[in-house]
């Protein structure tokens, strides 16, 4: 990935994106070309991976056992409007860009064809995407039999991770009042999470 200084995160950034995102394209390439999935998963910071789990139906997670991986996380991103910028009216010499927030996190996969772990798993995971709500959903508030129905769907899926990549791309290039009016202007399209990534990553300027 090609990461100019400037917008190279912090380790503590990159763990909170690893622990906060969403869901993440795992790729692979292997005797059957390139395949990706996207999974929901969980970091491990202590133990350095990603886990998560497939559709059993999936056949990508049969020629994955053993296989290196790629898997692609992602955080906020936003079109940048050069109306945005002060220094349009100034010079004009503007273009439009995209801010995004993203790491490529590099590793070797492993398979767990085990309700034992898919269990833990999927509560962990669970647990992790519902503690914010009011009120959070429990894999405990389904019937057990159901549940250990759903844990024979799907499989297991675990990254050890051997390196990340991360690029934090958020107007740190630009002069202060354009960084101004890029966080005016997300909020007044109603992207808060864009205005707020580029808030938080601005440059300390003396």
Known sequence: MYVPTHF?????AVRDL????????????????LQATMLPFLYDHDRATLQGHFARNNDHWRHVDGAEAL???????????????????????V????????????????????TAWLADLVRRLTDHHEQQRPAPWSVDDAPQ????GQLRAIVGVELAITRIDAKFKLSQNRPEADVDGVVAGL????????????????????
């Open 8 to 12: 190279a995160p912090d380790d503590e």
């Open 18 to 33: 690893l622990i906060n995102h969403g869901a993440a394209d795992l790729v692979t390439s292997g005797s059957e070309g």
């Open 71 to 93: 898997v692609i996380v992602r955080g906020p991103d936003s079109y940048v409007t050069p109306t945005w910028y002060a220094s349009k009216a100034e010079h004009g010499r």
């Open 95 to 114: 273009v439009p860009t995209w801010n995004y927030v993203t790491a490529h996190v590099h590793g070797v996969v492993t398979i767990h064809d085990d």
């Open 145 to 148: 039999r159901f549940f250990e």
């Open 187 to 206: 909020r007044s399209v109603g992207d808060e999470r864009g205005a707020a990534a580029v808030q938080a990553h601005r440059p300390v300027r003396g």
